[in-house]
């Protein structure tokens, strides 16, 4: 996933090179202006978004815009044949192959992350009231390291690769040519909204693509800052940033996409592969499981139950890496008990509802669901609920 979505071969990354400075206040004047250009056309951008994907004509469009006009036809049935068409005629023109024009929107990822820190951490706290340290570490900072790895290595990726030849080809000159993909949608999840959002977005733009962008609308107000800002600083007529609910989604799901990159359940995923297989359109899917932590008698327990707590109620265990469930002997599941008390106590205190470090339930469907799971086996730590927060506290199940 990280190398980037294209055809033609599996791009290396290379871990020595010096990380480029892609982060450093302000930037090039090209670059501010290329920016506040985009904020000043920011009512024409979403004009355009419209008549694209309304079928209706935009007096102001360019030549790739102009080219939905074919698909108005198609536009009174899906609302997004317009807009999926405008970014093939971009891809097809040829704009987005540059390696220029790569960095250029590469860079312009790092400057949203940078100009747009305090609004993502306040989008993040009111949708799982996620805190600030955990928002930095397992958000924003992930982007950062994706980004400064595809800006220091993106000349070695797009390099042809040579390959060995045998008797019949040895006349001739063989080599795996890099070519995007075309026009690629992403589906984020609203666990980590930026996160596991935006590193797809990298690998896409670092490969040459265009890119429809698909939030959660569970975090609605990632969602909603994702589709107001990113469009100020990233290329119109290349990327274009969706907000939909599951049947939107649907419609969304019907265009002809050249690959599709999807995080999420399992049920929802395959829903995408079914709508992927009608076009026989490649595909990643990533999906939750269940993580399972087993604990052996000889071991260190204080430093077991300090990993399985910390691993376990990082962003309110709404992780699909979270360990789910302890497989021990009973003699072990009694040493082990003590010191998961003890690490719930020193992580989030003798009252966890007011610890500032402990996040929320995203929505109250899935409070109610994880609520449910409380009738399991038998609380042996924790089981405090209140639905008015969404909050549950870090428990402990015994006798599942």
């Not at 994706?146 to 000159?173: G, Y």
């Not at 995007?180 to 040459?208: E, H, R, S």
């Not at 993580?291 to 300090?306: E, L, R, T």
Request: aromatic fraction near 6%; charged fraction near 20%; proline fraction near 4%.
């Amino acid at each position: 996933r990280q190398g980037g979505i294209q055809s033609g071969g599996h791009m290396t990354q290379q871990q020595n090179q010096k990380p480029q400075d892609a982060f450093s206040q302000g930037g090039s004047s090209e670059q501010g202006s290329r920016r506040q250009e985009n904020r000043q056309s920011q009512e024409n951008i979403r004009g355009n978004t419209q008549s694209c994907s309304s079928g209706r004509s935009n007096p102001k469009g360019n030549k790739q815009q102009d080219i939905s006009s074919v698909s108005q036809c198609s536009d009174s049935v899906n609302p997004y044949a317009g807009l999926v068409d405008c970014l093939r005629a971009t891809w097809m023109s040829g704009k987005t192959r540059p390696r220029e024009f790569r960095v250029t929107q590469l860079e312009a990822l790092c400057h949203f992350l940078e100009e747009r820190q305090a609004d993502i951490q306040h989008a993040l706290c009111e949708d799982l009231r996620k805190p600030c340290f955990e928002t930095e570490v397992t958000e924003i900072l992930l982007v950062r390291n994706e980004l400064a790895n595809a800006l220091n290595n993106l000349c070695c990726w797009m390099k042809n690769e040579k390959v060995n030849k045998n008797l019949m080809t040895q006349l001739d000159c063989a080599f795996i040519q890099k070519d995007p993909y075309g026009v690629v949608l992403i589906i984020g999840a609203f666990n980590f909204p930026i996160q596991l959002t935006l590193l797809p977005l990298v690998g896409a733009i670092a490969a040459g693509n265009c890119v429809v962008l698909k939030p959660s609308e569970v975090s609605s107000c990632t969602e909603r800052l994702l589709a107001e800002a990113l469009p100020c600083y990233l290329d119109s007529q290349s990327f274009a940033v969706v907000t939909a609910g599951p049947e939107e989604t649907g419609k969304l799901l019907e265009n002809k996409f050249d690959y599709i990159f999807y995080t999420g359940s399992v049920r929802v995923g395959k829903i995408v592969m079914t709508a992927a297989a009608k076009h026989v359109t490649p595909l990643t899917l990533e999906m939750g499981g269940k993580s399972p932590c087993y604990v052996d008698k000889c071991c260190n327990f204080q430093n077991a139950a300090n990993r399985i707590v910390w691993g376990k109620f990082l962003n309110a265990g709404q992780t699909c890496m979270a360990p789910d469930y302890v497989i021990c002997t009973v003699e072990t599941q009694e040493r082990l008990m003590p010191c998961l008390r003890q690490a719930i106590c020193e992580f989030f205190g003798n009252e966890p509802k007011q610890s500032p470090d402990l996040g929320r339930m995203v929505n109250d469907r899935h409070f109610h669901r994880a609520q449910a799971l409380l009738e399991c086996g038998r609380v042996a730590i924790g089981g405090e609920t209140d639905e008015c927060e969404r909050y549950i506290a870090p428990t402990v199940l015994a006798d599942v």
